[in-house]
């Protein structure tokens, strides 16, 4: 037996033709529907990038105890299991988060592995000089994005981008091992995450007019951006996700080729999603985690099953595929794996659970039952208590510092961790979920999630539901602190919270007004913010409505910031009704 995981990073399900999308260019998307199990109620566990591998490796939900950050020593790793079991594990990937800090242990669980640099801002190709780079609508510039126009000028050709060569590689170890036995590859790409570069060719799929500056790595914010300008940036990420079909194509016709699907299970998924400007933001990770970022394309093959063409309603997570894998190779799931293999759900579409639990560390934490979505957000405005759970103290890319360290203390072991207890370090969050307040929607009458509902039956329901599922994963004390629910005992009226933040929470929904809509002064909302700090009648007014905003430490990665976008920050908390404010004492100004 023998098993390919194609893995994409930042996949939307919207975009493919199996999914409904019938603008873009995906005819191998479409071709490998026709071959496998589709799911239509895929959702993702622990968010972002390392997060969602630690649970590919793990079976487990993490964001509960632990930020983004690297295997820990009583993890449990599937690819590990698989070789200790006489199965060969060979990852071949250009996802750039597995050689930092952070997610430097993951690899190294695979029989043998191999890497290709230079996506978004990889610390690859050493140049002094600065790059040469477009006019670009990119306003939050840390040293990844000078490092990405550096790497990009070794990637002039589709040959020398990372992805073709990621894949070049998975299928030199396919067609290498073809006639062997008791194998599984990894064929991981970064792409279509940002930014979206892709080569010409996958660009002209996508004609369109537009004359502005460079767009192609969207901010994490608001959107700001003029219509015409937003269009094209999901245009370069529709021809970057067309470059994505053509790698998985050649997979396709290497199983073809090579008769692989009598004897080879095929795994094709992905990490999370990207918004593109839906709910009007742009990323992830600063926004509650809508299903753009966590209902997921996912195909299956299964060939002791043949379940083709067809689709599968139940509803499944991230946490399933590694024990799917062990299943398939018959290795023992160990015991305090949570995911459950795919084989029933291939087969009749037995459902293997009620609901399913996703987030990220410090932000919401949400339950679905595949009707209703409940993303439940901390029970005041503090957001803590909140505790990194870890024995490996490293980020994405750095250590936990000295300073953090100092106030760590030994946390009990937890049901998963073998006995072993963790350090327990002060955690901090990319954002607060009490910006956004709890929401609650119902799917089926709301499918894009833009109208919350309050309904204390149905809240109370799903609070049950969630609690249930925090006291599975054995959360911390600290979580059902945070977030106001119970440790032990019933969810209750007094647990409920949509009512209560109900206003705060449809604030959120509101889009920021069209750049149009503001004054069009020598001073404006599309001013960079360095030029308003260094004019000091445009500094005085900013200090008035903003105070602080000169003193921020992300004003070092801000140079080219307008004022709008900086109210399309979360982190701003700049309200519509300042920057109208700020708008017309700017336009004063040329008045005066």
């Known amino acids: 037996m023998k098993a390919i995981m194609v893995m994409f990073d930042s996949l939307n399900r919207r975009m493919l033709p199996p999914y409904g999308a019938d603008w873009t260019h995906a005819p191998n998307f479409a071709r490998l529907a026709e071959r496998t199990a589709v799911f239509d109620n895929a959702y993702a566990g622990s968010m972002p990038c ?22 820990e020593p009583f993890d449990d790793s599937v690819p590990e299991l698989l070789g200790r079991h006489g199965v060969h594990t060979h990852l071949a990937s250009d996802h750039p988060h597995y050689w930092e800090d952070g997610g430097a242990t993951y690899h190294g ?50 040959e020398e981008h990372p992805q073709t060569l990621t894949f070049d590689a998975g299928i030199e170890f396919i067609r290498t091992n073809a006639a062997a036995d008791r194998w599984f590859v990894q064929v991981e790409t970064f792409d279509p995450h940002e930014p979206f570069f892709s080569h010409q060719r996958y660009k002209d799929l996508y004609p369109h007019d537009y004359d502005g500056p460079h767009f192609d790595w969207p901010d994490y914010k608001r959107v700001a951006e003029t219509p015409e300008e937003s269009a094209h940036a999901r245009y370069e990420y529709a021809a970057l996700l067309s470059m994505c079909d053509r790698s998985l194509g050649r997979v396709l016709d290497l199983m073809d080729e090579l008769d692989l699907w009598s004897d080879t299970m095929l795994i094709v998924n992905t990490d999370h999603g990207l918004m593109l400007g839906e709910k009007n933001w742009w990323g992830k990770g600063v926004l509650p985690w809508y299903n753009e970022l966590v209902h997921l394309p996912l195909f299956v093959w299964d060939p002791r099953v043949g379940t083709a063409g067809e689709r599968r309603t139940s509803l499944v997570q991230t946490i399933d595929l590694g024990p799917t894998l062990l299943e398939y190779f018959d290795v023992t799931r160990p015991a305090d794996m949570q995911g459950r293999p795919l084989r029933g759900v291939l087969a009749d579409d037995t459902p293997i659970r ?36 870890t024995l490996m103290p490293t980020r994405m890319r ?117 750049v149009g809509d503001f004054p069009d002064s020598r001073l404006s909302v599309r001013t960079p913010v360095h030029i308003l700090t260094a004019d000091p009648a445009a500094a005085e007014i900013l200090s008035r409505h903003i105070p602080g905003v000169t003193d921020s430490e992300n004003l070092q990665f801000m140079a080219t910031i307008s004022l709008i976008g900086l109210a399309a920050l979360p982190v701003a908390r700049l309200s519509v009704e300042q920057l109208h404010a700020i708008a017309d004492e700017l336009a004063a100004l040329d008045a005066a």
Not at 51 to 58: G, K, S, V
Not at 121 to 143: I, N, S, T, Y
Not at 145 to 154: G, L
Not at 374 to 389: E, G, T, W
């Open 50 to 71: 390392m997060p969602a591998r630690r649970e590919l490796h793990t079976g487990r939900y993490n964001f509960l105890h632990r930020s983004w950050g690297p295997l």
């Open 109 to 158: 669980r695979y029989t043998t592995w191999e890497f290709f640099r230079g996506q978004e801002g990889d610390a690859w190709k050493g140049q002094v000089a600065g790059p040469k780079a477009p006019d670009d609508l990119k306003e939050v510039r840390r040293p990844t994005y000078r490092q990405d126009w550096v790497n990009r000028q070794y990637m002039t050709t589709e």
């Open 354 to 389: 009620e609901a399913g639990l996703f987030g990220i560390f410090g932000g919401h934490a949400n339950v679905t039952d595949g009707r209703h979505v409940y993303m439940r957000a901390c029970a005041d405005d503090s957001n803590a208590p909140l505790y990194d759970h």
């Open 398 to 514: 750095g250590r936990f510092t000295p300073a953090e360290l100092a106030g760590a203390r030994l946390a009990e072991p937890f049901d998963f961790t073998k006995g072993v207890p963790t350090l327990r370090v002060p955690g901090r969050s990319m954002l607060n979920p009490s910006a956004y307040g709890t929401l609650l929607f119902d799917l089926d009458t709301d499918p894009e999630q833009t109208a919350p509902i309050e309904d204390d039956e149905v809240e109370l329901r799903m609070a049950g539901l969630l609690t249930e599922l925090l006291r599975a994963t054995d959360a911390p004390d600290d979580q059902y602190l945070r977030l106001g629910l119970p440790r032990t005992g019933p969810v209750t009226a007094e647990h409920l919270l949509v009512r209560a933040q109900g206003e705060r929470a449809r604030a959120a929904l509101r889009p920021l007004p069209p």
